[in-house]
């Protein structure tokens, strides 16, 4: 019996098979795999698939534990839930006409058609002339792609087709169901052995047990162990037992880890004991008002104004089942409470055991209680057609059991609903976008603000450093900024624009790293060449102090780029820097920055002054000052020039050098002994400064020093 209704179920993903079809038919049985299907947000169907016809069409049945009769949606059905198979239908032109109509009334949704005689074949199991409905009108039903009608599995008796034609006991066509003919079938090789029918269900976000239908066999991957099944007696009623039915024992609720039982009344029937009947096509648990406002009132819940019962998702209901000959078989929290439709992380949950007191009646020979896929998917469900051990030579197909084996293990079911539902976490502990959406909702405004100042302030940094990487990259070409990130000096700069003045552009200059060590390794050269006289002055002045005219050697640096290079005057630092004894051009050394080198109190010593004639009291030096480079020794340059050092001086300018030295100079105050020093140098002294330029080399200046 298919009994739909309005209830509201997850819509997760379906899970995953694990097991295939185990064992090869015939006495032996086989197992087979179902395919979990979700057909709307409120329902799911647990479908086989089967060949029908002689063109052996690829259908799928939902496997239906609460109606006895097969029924297929044909072509010639043009309704709403036929078009949502997407033209996948059952093509009725080669099978047998009955001439007999068919209808069967659900709880909601009717369907009708005409009844014929096909080949139905499942698994390896083919049964020639069975009795289906070709459906040409479904109102109501949640058919698919993968659902295109229902394969009954309830008792024969419950059989609306075999009530319309009878069975025989010849081999012409009947009305007999598919469970009694797969079961009958000739030769005895070619049937089960074993008298029923097993069925495990999927639950929805999880594959820890798969969806199976046995066929006279046990699947080994659920059942290591047959003897753990425990068998229940099924209750008849007046014209026999139509339904997978038994007496309720128990039903306890645990809250808290403390269990507080239900008082169960008479049932509607007026027997002892409420009974249950198992329908895997109902996706909800349906019972009378009594039960079900025991259970939820142990939580202290009642029923809502539109008659169902909800309870806050983060609140498990904890539900044990004692049915006739069985344990307390646990249910699943999450099989028992759903979030409504379209409303994830929703702050209450629609129960699925509701109470339905108009359709659980004394005459309805349902019962007190509809057990459907919620408690299915938590036990190892046995539909036998006889008790065990099953002894096919007796078999009379009137004393059918239903065995079951508990799956749920509460404490594990506890921790995975807590996963779920507490902390927003996939069943099978698998991060899914569903989830991660989940916690991006249920943050708070405050720290959705907070990241985005954050995500503000972390934006102008990186801004920030971009600018600053750009304008340390355009300085560092100006060579305005050193390799340690500081300011560079403004002799440095002018050294620099001294180092480039030659080059095409400004992008082919060397970096100011380069520059300084070049112009540090000429230097170093320079300082190791030492004439007799004196050591490299390396472009020093001597400042024409008539008082200290031998006194501090001042380096003079002009702090203002200039705009107009004298290159005329030696002592312009802008000039070719030329050795004043060796007579080499060399590069303007690095500017020292340190306040020690900007003041250099340079002074003469005895041994700078050993070996020079003693009719040269000081020397002062002169010489041709050539812009271009030259790698000529002293001596050449010396004798090219054709003019050699002259000296002048006096005591008292001796004196100034340095003052110890005044009683080890010899002292030369008369006037012939510097007129003999000047005249063996046959050089002309003027009181003036002339710059006459060399006719015999005209890129020279001859400075001379007229004293």
Not at 75 to 87: L, V
Not at 476 to 496: F, H, I, L, S
Not at 545 to 565: L, M, Q, T
Not at 630 to 649: K, L, P
Request: net charge negative.
């Amino acid at each position: 019996m298919t009994i739909l209704k309005g209830a509201r179920i997850s819509s997760r993903a379906e899970g995953k098979q694990r097991a295939r079809d185990e064992g090869t038919g015939g006495a032996g049985g086989m197992v087979l795999n179902l395919e979990m299907v979700t057909t709307s947000y409120d329902s799911v169907a647990y479908t086989v698939p089967v060949s029908v016809g002689s063109a052996q069409q690829n259908l799928s049945l939902q496997v239906d534990t609460g109606s006895s009769d097969l029924w297929i949606a044909s072509k010639s059905c043009s309704t709403a839930s036929c078009s949502s198979t997407n033209g996948r239908l059952y093509d009725p032109t080669s099978s047998t006409p009955t001439n007999v109509g068919f209808t069967i009334n659900y709880l909601s949704g009717t369907v009708s058609g005409p009844i014929v005689w096909d080949t139905v074949q499942l698994g390896t199991y083919s049964v020639q002339n069975q009795a289906l409905a070709a459906a040409n009108i479904v109102s109501d039903e949640p058919l698919s792609l993968d659902f295109d009608g229902i394969l009954g599995l309830a008792l024969p008796l419950n059989s609306v087709i075999e009530q319309t034609i009878p069975p025989s006991t010849n081999n012409n066509p009947d009305g007999a169901p598919f469970s009694s003919n797969i079961f009958s079938m000739t030769p005895a090789s070619t049937a089960p052995s074993q008298p029923f029918f097993s069925l495990t269900f999927a639950r929805p976000g999880s594959d820890a047990i798969p969806s199976l239908l046995g066929i006279g066999m046990h699947p080994s991957s659920v059942v290591p162990d047959p003897s753990k099944i425990k068998y229940s007696t099924l209750v008849s009623q007046g014209v026999g037992i139509l339904f997978w039915k038994t007496n309720v024992r128990a039903i306890t609720v645990y809250v808290n880890g403390q269990a507080r039982p239900i008082v169960l009344t008479e049932s509607v029937t007026g027997a002892a004991f409420p009974t249950a009947l198992l329908d895997s096509g109902v996706p909800f648990i349906m019972t009378t008002s009594s039960i079900a406002n025991g259970i939820y009132g142990a939580l202290g819940i009642s029923p809502a104004s539109d008659g169902n019962y909800y309870v806050p998702c983060t609140t498990p209901l904890n539900v044990t089942i004692t049915l006739d000959g069985q344990p307390e078989l646990p249910i699943h929290p999450l099989d028992l409470t759903s979030e409504p439709s379209g409303q994830h992380n929703s702050q209450y949950c629609v129960g699925l055991i509701q109470a339905d007191d108009s359709q659980l009646t004394a005459t309805s020979d349902i019962g007190d209680m509809v057990l459907g896929v919620p408690f299915m998917r938590n036990v190892y469900t046995v539909l036998a057609y006889e008790p065990p051990p099953f002894n096919m030579s007796v078999y009379s197909g009137i004393r059918p059991t239903l065995g079951l084996m508990g799956l749920t293990n509460i404490t594990q079911a506890l921790d995975e609903f807590n996963n779920v539902r507490v902390l927003n976490q996939p069943l099978d502990g698998t991060p899914s976008q569903q989830a991660a959406s989940s916690n991006d909702t249920k943050m708070s405004v405050g720290l959705e603000v907070l990241i985005g100042l954050i995500g503000f302030f972390a934006l102008c940094v990186t801004l920030f450093g971009v600018k600053w990487f750009m304008t340390r990259r355009q300085w560092k070409k100006q060579g305005m900024v050193d390799t340690d990130g500081g300011r560079k000096g403004e002799g440095e700069y002018r050294a620099y624009q001294l180092t480039r003045r030659h080059s095409r552009s400004s992008e082919d200059a060397p970096p100011v790293s380069t520059l300084r060590t070049l112009a540090y390794s000429s230097y170093a050269t320079r300082k190791e060449k030492v004439s007799e006289y004196t050591f490299d002055s390396n472009g020093t002045r001597v400042e024409p102090d008539p008082v200290e005219e031998f006194g501090e050697w001042n380096v003079k640096y002009d702090h203002s780029p200039p705009s107009i290079f004298d290159l005329s005057n030696p002592w312009d630092p802008h000039a070719a820097n030329r050795d004043t004894i060796v007579g080499t051009d060399a590069p303007l050394p690095d500017t020292p920055t340190s306040l020690e080198f900007l003041t250099t109190d340079h002074r003469r010593t005895s041994d700078e002054i050993t070996g020079v004639p003693e009719s040269t009291s000081i020397p002062l030096l002169t010489d041709r000052h050539r812009r271009r480079s030259s790698s000529r020794s002293s001596d050449s340059d010396v004798a090219e020039a054709g003019i050699g050092m002259a000296g002048v001086g006096t005591v008292a300018r001796g004196s100034q050098i340095i003052t110890g030295l005044r009683h080890d100079l010899p002292r030369s105050d008369d006037t012939d002994r510097n007129s003999s020093s000047l005249g063996s140098l046959n050089e002309v002294v003027t009181p003036s400064w002339r710059f006459p330029t060399s006719h015999e080399h005209p890129d020279t200046v001859d400075v001379v020093d007229n004293h």
